[in-house]
């Protein structure tokens, strides 16, 4: 069984940044494709960037393009945890934001196609 565990969300003001973290046990990050999404309030959850691996390796990450040049995901396979790097925060960031991972080595962009998640961390970002 995976278990999924985020941590470093909170508040910040706008132009902040914040580091969440995903700490995996039950699995490998080698084979298997990682993922964060967010959800806010009364909208529907959304893919925020993804990452695959090449053995021990990043092999190809995957952002959408509200957060590219923001926010960069990242792992570390010895600790079996994946990091997201949040820059120049917006108010539009805020938003419980979870970990997940999928049983194949490649990105969706939609979570149903997710087999794992974490319990979700709250990020709020004030104007």
């Known amino acids: 069984q995976v278990q999924l565990v985020e941590s470093g969300g909170g508040l910040v003001q706008a132009g902040g940044s914040l580091r969440l973290s995903c700490a995996a046990s039950?699995?490998?990050?080698?084979?298997?494709?990682m993922a964060w999404f967010r959800q806010a309030p009364g909208k529907e959850r959304e893919f925020v960037q993804g990452?695959?691996?090449?053995?021990?390796?990043?092999?190809?990450?995957y952002s959408a393009d509200s957060v590219k040049g923001r926010f960069t995901i990242s792992g570390d396979n010895a600790k079996n945890t994946m990091y997201l790097q949040m820059n120049s925060l917006k108010p539009e960031d805020t938003a419980v934001y979870y970990c997940?991972?999928?049983?194949?080595?490649?990105?969706?962009?939609?979570?149903?196609?997710?087999?794992?998640w974490g319990q979700g961390t709250q990020v709020t970002v004030s104007s």
């Open positions: 997940t991972t999928r049983r194949s080595g490649i990105v969706y962009r939609s979570p149903e196609y997710y087999d794992y």
């Open positions: 039950g699995r490998t990050f080698s084979s298997y494709a």
């Open positions: 990452i695959t691996w090449s053995g021990n390796r990043t092999y190809r990450t």
